[in-house]
C-alpha cells in the first residue's frame, strides 16, 4: 500500500525561509508532485522530482531522497499569498497511472 | 488554451439518489483521472480513464462508476448516495507529456443530506 506523511499545519513569518517535509512508503515510485491548493479551490502544480536532488523554480524548490523515501518543499521570501494548503503527492503504478496524496500542510504566513 | 472545466460547480442530492459530474480535459489531453477530496484532506484518487477504458481504480465501491467519451471528456456516476459521498470532487487530466504532470480542474463541490 502507499503511506504518505506531511505535517498537518506550519506558520512562518512574511520574508522568511520554510520547508514542509514528506515521507513516505509506496510501491511501484514513479515520481513526487507538489501541488499547492487554496481552500476552495482546485490544486496547483508547484513541483516534480523524479530523480534525487533539489528542483528550483523561483521562490520554490523541491528535494528528493528515493532511498530514503523523503521529500521536502522549500519557499523562500514568504509571502502573505503563500498561506494555503501544500499537498505533497507520489506517483505510482504501470504508466504512471495514480497519484497518491497525503492529508496537505496548512501553511499559515503571518506579518 | 481552455484548462480543464468540470461541471456543475455545486450540487445538492439527497441520500440514495444518484449523481453524473462532468469533466472536460485541457486541450491536447487524453487522460482523465478523478479524485475525491473531503474536507481537511488530501485528494483521494478514485480511477483513471484512457482510451475510453477505466485503466486503474482506488478503494472506491462499485457504486462508483464512469465513463470517457471519443472527444477524453468523461463522466463520474455515483449511485445510491451516501451522507459520506459529501466531498469536493476533482477532475485531472494529463497528455503525453514525461512529466505526467496532471492538471486539474476547479472541482464539483457536492453535498448530500
Known amino acids: 500500500g502507499q503511506n504518505i506523511d506531511q505535517p498537518t499545519e506550519m506558520t512562518a513569518t512574511e520574508g522568511a525561509i520554510v520547508q514542509i517535509n514528506c515521507t513516505y512508503q509506496?510501491?511501484?515510485?514513479?515520481?513526487l508532485f507538489w501541488y499547492q491548493q487554496h481552500a476552495g479551490e482546485a490544486p496547483t502544480f508547484l513541483s516534480y522530482?523524479?530523480?534525487?536532488g533539489l528542483e528550483e523554480k523561483g521562490r520554490f524548490s523541491s528535494f528528493l531522497s528515493r532511498s530514503k523515501g523523503y521529500s521536502y518543499l522549500l519557499l523562500k521570501e514568504l509571502q502573505m499569498k503563500d498561506s494555503a494548503s501544500y499537498l505533497c503527492?507520489?506517483?505510482?503504478?504501470?504508466?504512471?497511472?495514480?497519484?497518491?496524496f497525503g492529508t496537505g500542510t496548512q501553511l499559515k504566513v503571518e506579518l | 488554451d481552455a484548462g480543464v472545466t468540470q461541471s456543475p460547480t455545486h450540487l445538492i442530492k439527497t441520500r440514495g439518489q444518484q449523481v453524473t459530474l462532468r469533466c472536460s480535459p485541457k486541450?491536447?489531453?487524453?487522460?482523465v483521472s478523478w479524485y475525491q477530496q473531503a474536507l481537511g484532506q488530501g485528494p483521494q484518487f478514485i480511477f483513471q480513464?484512457?482510451?475510453?477504458?477505466?485503466?486503474q481504480r482506488g478503494n472506491f465501491p462499485d457504486r462508483f462508476s464512469g465513463h470517457q467519451f471519443p472527444n477524453y471528456s468523461s463522466e463520474l456516476n455515483v449511485n445510491a448516495l451516501l451522507l459520506g459521498d459529501s466531498a469536493l470532487y476533482l477532475c485531472?487530466?494529463?497528455?503525453?507529456?514525461?512529466?505526467?504532470?496532471?492538471?486539474f480542474g476547479p472541482g464539483t463541490r457536492l453535498t448530500v443530506t
Open positions: 485531472a487530466s494529463r497528455g503525453k507529456s514525461v512529466s505526467y504532470e496532471q492538471y
Open positions: 509506496t510501491s511501484g515510485f514513479n515520481g
Open positions: 522530482n523524479v530523480l534525487d
Open positions: 503527492a507520489v506517483l505510482s503504478g504501470g504508466g504512471g497511472n495514480k497519484l497518491t
Open positions: 486541450s491536447g489531453h487524453d487522460t
Open positions: 480513464y484512457y482510451e475510453e477504458e477505466e485503466r
